[in-house]
């Protein structure tokens, strides 16, 4: 390479440079005003519903959702503890979409960790600290297993990820309400009156510790938990041979193999970790807020997890903002339904906001398809364009 | 890049973890004063009782004597359901209408979401929690809480939950009620001859299984020679598979029909009136309506206008559970409609065994023991 | 340099019954401009095409004939400048527009689509009624007149390359197009392929009076099979000749604007004389039939998933030190081979040894492992990840060589990719840009950056100069002969038989996913390879 060929390369570098941040400039700015738009026809939509079907103001109903989530430090406390096994889940949600595979499954998981967490929280022996980590342990092994039913089915039988782990979903809450109305199972057995299909009460000694006390600011300790787990999957992500195939694998698996990442390993362990983290989330959710099995325990905790991961795309440290926007969501919603507001119209202004929040990336990835949609049909049409007239000439 | 990536994590957290708790310390003291000042009102208009046993409240039914009356109705189901829980929240309209009370009414609440919804619901200010189910229970103890401080709170147990100080409640035997249903249903089914009668309910519950088996005993009580079956469909709200389960006992030759459901009462029973076969109503009264020839009459509607009325008196004790008797209280009941030939002949025959098993002379549960 | 351009009507029997021959030009490009940012891809070109000619337009990749020829087409917009069609001047705006005006082009990738049958290919995109007869009958037609012989009825899945080809024709010359672009169209075929679409072009343009456009750079074809060529270089026109009156030298001298004396580059321009390079390679020292075999593949099957056999019972050994060029006509089982020593693909039957030790086909990684590097056809396809950094491509399948057992080290991984950057002489802006933003030659150098650093035994090199300029392809074949003279088996598969012999020790010839045979490169001649990439075993 002679030297002014050099020259010409490094002036390339710079200008592409300069163009790379007047593009990152322009991106930021489309996706700012994306979700302005995007918020602003939710919560127009919602106060039109609010106006319509109930004789409540829309600006009492924002003003509910805001007391329920931010205003007063119980609310806040409330709003990380909702947020918490959200994060957890999505932080299990992205370690699979980084490897290419989407893990439609971690309500189930969430449930099925939740009941080997409550068995064994109800039958182990030991001191409270050894027990509540069996718990959890429990708990990931519980989301594994389920997510690794999926994974069995993928790398031997070819099943597809997504209806498989979409289906064990609902086998998974039938295992539960089974469960849960079997007294040789998991069903209440301290309760002398009516025996209702639920689990006993995980005892006192083994409910995670509570930070400050209501009517302050007061939040399981179960939020550290997840703290912890944002910061290793982040680190292990950036920094690890680990992090460094399975974003390979995603990115490009016929790449990865010839590099020698087997997908069947890589990948079905990926599905499986997002299945323990989902499970993990059941235990923590056991032992932090619900402290019992029920068989509506999941709450939709897994969808939000899932919904979590999709806006942060395959950024785990950007799942924390967005799960405490849905614990904000959850614990505002809650509020807000206690004012007698119908519950449907409070689903409704909640799956707006969702929706508004999920708008804009799914916008640019669909904006971005329908011009290589365009581009390729172009090249379609390069090599036998065809007039109107073609029917006539020919 | 990527250090500068963790160290940009690391203080996302930390400043997540932090900003909540500092804005939450800055908020301990206003939300304090606000409680305290509160319980100071609650406590300075009488005896401040709380937790302790047999406690009546001070200043029913206005008890944090804001000047309003507020109840909060916490419905684990539809309380647009036709049925259990609508009979529930009608009760509690007409005597807000009548009182000029105010009520909010939370339904389709998840039972591990009970707690949460209890303690939003005591941030309305309100004077009466009235739960109204026992599958809620989990939300009882935050009756203890601070929040909840300055409330009177009332559950709809049903079979009744385990009592506290903190709460009152009004339960049935669902023994005494089922058996005297069973014992009209046999009687119209020896009036009709009929001799098959078909039970649909929705999972199979204790409650249910016990009702079943209680209804069983009572129609044997007439008709030995009786055949019951029992169908559990695994959900009281979903229609279409109740329909589907009375149907193929409709197959089997079913004469009267017991659907003991939630939303899809009425979907079975309108089946059983398209095929001719008598059917009967659980919870309210509805001889009026359509062709039903007995009403089943446990609704937690009339438990709870029971308390309503106590409240309003100014009588709620805190810590009582109050047993309503077939036989001696108004409700639970059964009552053979006017559609059936012959009712009230019928009628007085039911009304005697209600006062058989008043007088303790029929224990329906060890019937139903010995019939299941 | 410029040589006077040829005017005037044409001396060509071009008089058809459809168009009798006019005075006035098919097509007269004058003045088309078109800069890319900085870049100029075409400055201030003419371009005059006549009826009843077939036009070569002669160029390096990136001289600007792809450009000029989409702008005729309606996919590009020209800055400056005027498009004249039989003398009217006139706007085309989109690809459509430029069918109503009787242009068509057969592009170098055909848009075929293979599950379909041949007939509804031609009809594909067409509005109105559909009538298969009809449809059937005039593909029959089109190709008797042209000796396009294809069935109508045959699933495009199950032609050759060539005849697939055929196909994309006679969808164009349905359309009835004054003006027919053909784009490289021989870089698919055999020799006897590409020699029966000379005579259909010719028939073309003789018999009916229109237009043929042939974009080539192969400097053979384009004296074998033009009238006139308009030479273009860095997006200018250099020189428009009659083909009669000029030879292959000077046709080189044009094209790349210096004398060419390099024997590979000469190569890559179909330039070369097969006794000299044979010659040349003997002299560079043949390592003979005694060194070791690094890497043999054993009677090798493998079936795609619609059960056609892609490979049929391969063979071939690769000795240390030498390059075994593979000829054959694209789609003869190159790439499933590529596939498989990239560990892509298990064998049905057979097995691959490297250095004397089998290889678990098809575990992942395990060629890479067992010391065999690719630079494969397709480098966004398997070569490297888009979306990871310059840095991270450079270890895809060797991070041992910068991270611990758990973690990998960003310090260390910065310096082999500085090392490697250096080295391989690799235009980045910074180790840590996504490799998405690189330029294919760039892309390519990183690959071989990679697959080299890693010290491999066999090479394994699928079409590497394929879409490269004439100094990447000089870089590329060096880098190639380097690594054999260091003791590399590298196996070199090309369609570009030039490239083959001028590169090679020995020549194989693949067809149909077995080989046809092996010649040492001194008793290789175009006839018995032709022979061979026909499918005649030696």
């Given at each position: 390479m002679s030297a002014a060929d050099r020259v010409g390369s490094e002036r390339l570098g710079t200008a592409s440079a300069a163009a790379a941040v007047g593009d990152r400039a322009r991106r930021i700015a489309v996706n700012v005003a994306l979700y302005t738009l995007a918020f602003a026809t939710a919560l127009a939509l919602s106060a039109l519903l609010v106006v319509v079907a109930t004789d409540a103001s829309p600006g009492t109903v924002f003003s509910a959702m805001y007391e329920g989530s931010l205003k007063t430090g119980a609310a806040r406390g409330l709003t990380l503890d909702e947020a918490t096994p959200v994060l957890i889940v999505g932080l299990g949600a992205v370690i699979a979409s980084r490897a290419g595979i989407i893990n439609i499954g971690p309500e189930g998981q969430l449930l099925i960790g939740a009941t080997t967490a409550t068995a064994v929280a109800l039958h182990a022996e030991g001191p409270a600290w050894l027990v509540i980590g069996l718990t959890l342990v429990a708990g990931a092994a519980g989301g594994a297993l389920w997510a690794g039913i999926a994974a069995l089915l993928r790398f031997t039988r070819g099943v597809d990820v997504v209806i498989s782990t979409l289906l064990l979903n609902f086998i998974a809450a039938e295992v539960v309400s089974y469960a849960v109305g079997r007294p040789w199972l998991l069903q209440e057995t301290t309760s002398n009156l009516q025996k209702l299909p639920q689990s006993d009460r995980i005892p006192e000694e083994l409910q995670l510790p509570r930070l400050g006390s209501f009517p302050g600011f007061n939040v399981s300790s179960a939020v550290f938990i997840a703290a912890a787990l944002v910061v290793v999957v982040a680190f292990m992500m950036a920094r690890s041979r680990w992090g460094f195939r399975l974003k390979m694998l995603g990115y490009n698996p016929t790449a990865a193999r010839k590099a020698g990442v087997s997908v069947a390993l890589m990948g079905g362990g990926a599905l499986l970790l997002s299945g323990a983290f989902a499970g993990l989330s059941g235990g923590v959710m056991l032992t932090g807020t619900v402290f019992r099995l029920q068989p509506g325990f999941s709450q939709g905790i897994g969808f939000n997890g899932l919904l979590a991961a999709l806006i942060a795309r395959r950024n785990p440290i950007a799942v924390v903002p967005v799960a405490f926007f849905f614990g904000a969501l959850r614990a505002g919603g809650g509020f807000l339904a206690s004012t007698g507001v119908p519950r449907f119209l409070v689903d409704i202004v909640q799956a707006l906001l969702v929706l508004a929040a999920l708008f804009p990336p799914l916008f640019l990835d669909l904006a971005r398809r329908r011009r290589e949609l365009r581009n390729a049909r172009a090249a379609a049409r390069r090599t036998a364009p065809v007039p109107e007239t073609v029917g006539a000439a020919a | 890049m990527i250090s500068h990536k963790l160290r940009y994590l690391l203080a996302l957290t930390m400043g997540l973890v932090l900003v909540a708790a500092a804005c939450g310390g800055d908020d301990d003291d206003t939300a304090g004063e606000g409680e305290a000042t509160e319980t100071t009102e609650g406590g300075g208009g009488g005896e401040d009782c709380w937790g302790e046993p047999e406690c009546v409240p001070p200043?029913?039914?206005?008890?944090?004597?804001?000047g309003t009356v507020k109840i909060g109705i916490l419905s684990p189901g539809d309380t647009n359901d036709n049925g259990y829980y609508e009979s529930f929240v009608v009760t509690a309209r007409e005597f807000a209408e009548a009182n000029d009370w105010e009520l909010i009414i939370v339904d389709k609440i998840n039972p591990a979401d009970a707690q949460e919804q209890a303690r939003n619901i005591c941030r309305q200010s309100v004077d009466m929690v009235a739960i109204a189910a026992g599958e809620l229970a989990d939300a009882v103890p935050v009756a203890e809480e601070d929040v909840c401080a300055g409330t009177v709170w009332y559950v709809s147990g049903g079979a009744g939950i385990e009592q506290t100080p903190y709460f009152f409640q009004t339960n049935d035997d669902v023994f005494e009620s089922q058996y005297t249903a069973g014992v009209a249903t046999g009687l119209v089914m020896k009036a009709q001859g009929v001799t098959k009668a078909g039970f649909v309910t929705g999972p199979e519950l204790d409650f249910a299984v016990n009702a079943f088996n209680a209804w069983t005993a009572g129609i044997k009580s007439v008709l030995p020679d009786a055949e019951t079956i029992a169908t559990y469909t695994g959900d009281f709200d979903d229609s279409a598979v109740g329909q589907e389960g009375a149907q193929a006992q409709l197959d089997q030759g079913v004469g009267i029909m017991y659907p003991y459901l939630g939303g899809a009462t009425d979907a079975v029973a309108q089946l059983a009136f398209e095929n001719g076969v008598l059917s009967i109503t659980p919870g309210t009264d509805r001889c009026g309506e359509e062709q039903f020839a007995i009403s089943s009459i446990f609704s937690p509607g009339d438990f709870f206008a029971a308390a309503l009325e106590d409240f309003e008196a100014g009588k709620v004790t805190l810590g009582v559970t109050r047993t309503f008797e077939i036989g001696v209280d108004p409700v639970p009941t059964v009552k053979i409609c006017d559609?059936?030939?012959g009712a009230a002949d019928l009628q007085a025959q039911v009304d005697d065994v209600m006062a058989q098993i008043a007088a303790g002379e029929i224990d329906p549960a060890a019937e139903a023991g010995a019939g299941g | 340099m410029t040589t006077p351009i040829v005017d005037g009507a044409s001396d060509r029997p071009g008089t058809g019954e459809a168009r009798p021959a006019s005075p006035v030009p098919a097509v007269e490009l004058r003045g088309i401009t078109k800069r890319f940012g900085s870049v100029v891809a075409c400055d201030r070109v003419d371009l005059t095409v006549e009826r009843g000619e077939i036009h070569g337009l002669l160029g390096q990749n990136g001289a600007g004939k792809s450009t000029l020829m989409k702008i005729l087409l309606g996919l590009i917009t020209p800055d400056a400048g005027q498009i004249v069609i039989n003398g009217h001047p006139v706007v085309v705006k989109d690809p459509l527009a430029a069918a109503a005006i009787g242009v068509a082009m057969v592009h170098q990738h055909f848009s075929v689509i293979p599950a379909l049958t041949v007939w509804e290919n031609v009809t594909l995109g067409e509005t109105g009624r559909l009538d298969p007869r009809r449809a059937a009958r005039e593909v029959e037609e089109i190709g008797a007149r042209y000796g396009l012989d294809v069935d109508p009825q045959a699933r495009v899945a199950d032609l050759t390359t060539g005849q697939r080809q055929r196909v994309e024709i006679v969808k164009c010359l349905r359309r009835n197009p004054d003006i027919l672009i053909l784009d490289e169209p021989t870089s698919v075929l055999t020799l006897a392929e590409s020699q029966d679409l000379f005579r259909v072009l010719r028939r073309v343009v003789q018999d009916e009076g229109r237009a043929v456009v042939l974009i080539s750079h192969k400097l053979d074809e384009i004296l074998h099979a033009t009238d006139r060529v308009t030479i273009m270089r860095n997006g200018a026109v250099v020189s428009r000749v009659t083909t009669g009156e000029t030879d292959a030298r000077s046709l080189a001298r044009e094209m790349v604007g210096r004398e060419v004396s390099l024997r590979t580059q000469a190569a890559a321009l179909g330039l070369i004389s097969e006794a000299e390079s044979a010659a040349r390679v003997g002299a560079a020292g043949d390592p003979g039939e005694r060194a070791d075999v690094v890497l043999r593949v054993v009677d090798a099957h493998v079936r795609g998933p619609d059960g056609r056999r892609l490979l049929d019972g391969l063979s071939l050994d690769v000795r240390r030190g030498e390059i075994l060029g593979l000829a054959g006509v694209e789609g003869n089982g190159q790439a499933t081979l590529g596939q498989l020593l990239s560990s892509l693909v298990e064998l049905e039957a057979g097995h691959v040894e490297v250095a004397g030790r089998r290889v678990a086909c098809g575990r992942p990684g395990a060629m890479a492992r067992a010391g065999v590097a690719v630079i494969p056809e397709d480098r966004h396809d398997s070569g490297c990840v888009l979306d990871m950094s310059v840095a991270e491509n450079l270890v895809l399948d060797h991070l041992d060589a910068v991270s611990s057992r758990v973690l990998v080290n960003p310090r260390r991984m910065r310096e082999h990719a500085a090392a490697l950057i250096e080295r391989f002489e690799i235009k980045t802006p910074s180790p840590d840009v996504p490799m998405r933003s690189l330029s294919g030659g760039n892309q390519q150098r990183v690959l071989l950056a990679r697959e080299l650093s890693r010290s491999p035994r066999v090479l394994v090199a699928l079409q590497p100069t394929h879409g490269l300029d004439v100094g990447a392809i000089e870089y590329m074949t060096n880098q190639i002969r380097a690594a054999a003279e260091r003791g590399v088996g590298v196996l070199l598969v090309s369609t570009e038989l030039e490239e083959v012999l001028a590169l090679s020790h020995r020549v194989a010839v693949i067809h149909g996913g077995r080989i046809m045979g092996v010649l040492p490169r001194a008793e290789a001649d175009l006839e018995r390879i032709g022979m061979m990439m026909g499918g005649r075993p030696l």
């Open positions: - | 200043n029913q039914p206005d008890v944090n004597q804001d559609t059936v030939e | -």
